[in-house]
């Protein structure tokens, strides 16, 4: 019996009769973190870490049923060692230690190498069996240090403010948008946010992200309100009536997305800021190294292409279905083209062609 399986309900571990972020109704469910693809409504009982647990519970509308642990503390389930380790994804974010005679396994769940100011900092845990993503596994992926992203991006508002416009700027509601509060220069402007961040963000405690002072944009405002001033709102409300009262405003969009053909275009961006919550392909390479696996299950993502250059590395690797999604959910919103015969987005430096060549050492 293996110690971790891949079902239709999602990652099974069979001795303890417990799912890694599944994707259908279970029992008994562990969650990584709070985002939609890895926290799913319907399951009996909930266990995540303290620190996501505010998220998940509002989202899903849980109460006594979920339960919580801190990271690294180790739970006991017929035998089965649990514990949740940080995945620098968003704040509360895990990778799940599943541990039994010597065994060890480990979930990822999502994550990112690069500290970003508000999540817990990645943890290599060392296993024999990694589970990874691979939203960005293909070499042309490899992301700016993010002082350099934020200094592009305070640079854009000082231009904008300049040239009398509003700067609005796009990024998930769970993550991205507190990690832009965080690391924004306040210096430069009035910094205001859409219904949808300051709700997420009202749920952890306050000042743990040490973020400045914003106004939540309401309807009696007007135009002359955010002159010179700085909106942070998520993807959905990009091409909506709510962006209208910022005329004349500039848009910027935040996703690791941006580096794609259209991505920009196909919304009306005025720039892409290529920010992302997941590792690139630096990221990717440099934590299954740092686990020590032999084995490597890679899901959603380029998962076929970074599996063949796993195995070529001598790792026993292979992709896996599974229902996860990455940054998937960004493509719907940001408009991001896509290759018309294999279904997946073609970033602005990769040749077209077969996939499996833009992949190549």
């Known amino acids: 019996m293996a110690l971790l399986e891949f079902t239709a309900e999602g990652i099974y571990c069979p001795q303890a009769d417990v799912h890694l972020d599944p994707w259908k109704p279970v029992k008994k469910a562990m969650i990584t973190h709070g985002h939609s693809d890895h926290a799913r409504w319907g399951h009996q009982r909930y266990l995540c870490t303290t620190a996501a647990a505010p998220v998940i519970r509002y989202r899903l509308n849980l109460g006594d049923n979920l339960e919580t642990v801190d990271f690294g503390e180790k739970v006991n389930i017929n035998g089965v060692e649990f514990s949740f380790h940080p995945a620098g994804h968003i704040p509360g974010s895990a990778q799940i230690r599943v541990a039994r005679e010597g065994e060890i396994w480990v979930f990822s769940g ?32 490899n992301w700016k240090p993010q002082r350099e992203v934020f200094d592009d991006i305070n640079e854009w508002w000082r231009r904008n403010q300049a040239a009398g416009k509003v700067s609005v700027i796009a990024g998930y509601a769970l993550g991205k948008s507190q990690r ?182």
């Open 180 to 361: 832009i509060l965080r690391n924004i220069d306040p210096g430069i402007g009035k910094i205001f946010v859409h219904g949808a961040i300051r709700s997420v963000t009202a749920l952890f405690s306050s000042g743990v992200f040490g973020l400045p002072e914003t106004t939540y944009v309401t309807p009696e405002m007007k135009k002359k309100d955010f002159e010179g001033g700085l909106v942070v709102c998520p993807p959905s409300a990009l091409g909506t009536p709510w962006l209208r009262r910022f005329d004349p405003y500039s848009l910027g969009i935040t996703s690791g997305w941006m580096g794609l053909r259209g991505a920009r275009r196909r919304r009306g961006a005025d720039r892409g800021f290529v920010l992302s919550d997941h590792a690139d392909w630096r990221g990717l390479n440099q934590a299954v190294r740092e686990t020590g696996a032999s084995r490597v299950y890679v899901t959603h993502g380029y998962a076929g292409i970074f599996a063949r250059w796993l195995n070529t590395l001598g790792m026993d690797a292979q992709e896996v279905k599974t229902q996860y999604e990455g940054e998937l959910g960004e493509i719907a919103e940001s408009g991001i083209e896509e290759d018309s015969t294999s279904g997946t987005a073609v970033p602005e430096s990769a040749p077209p062609g077969d996939e499996s060549k833009k992949a190549g050492s």
């Open 110 to 141: 999502d994550y990112k190498l690069e500290p970003d100011g508000i999540s817990e900092p990645f943890e290599p845990v060392r296993c024999h069996t990694f589970i990874t993503e691979s939203t960005f596994g293909l070499p042309v992926y």
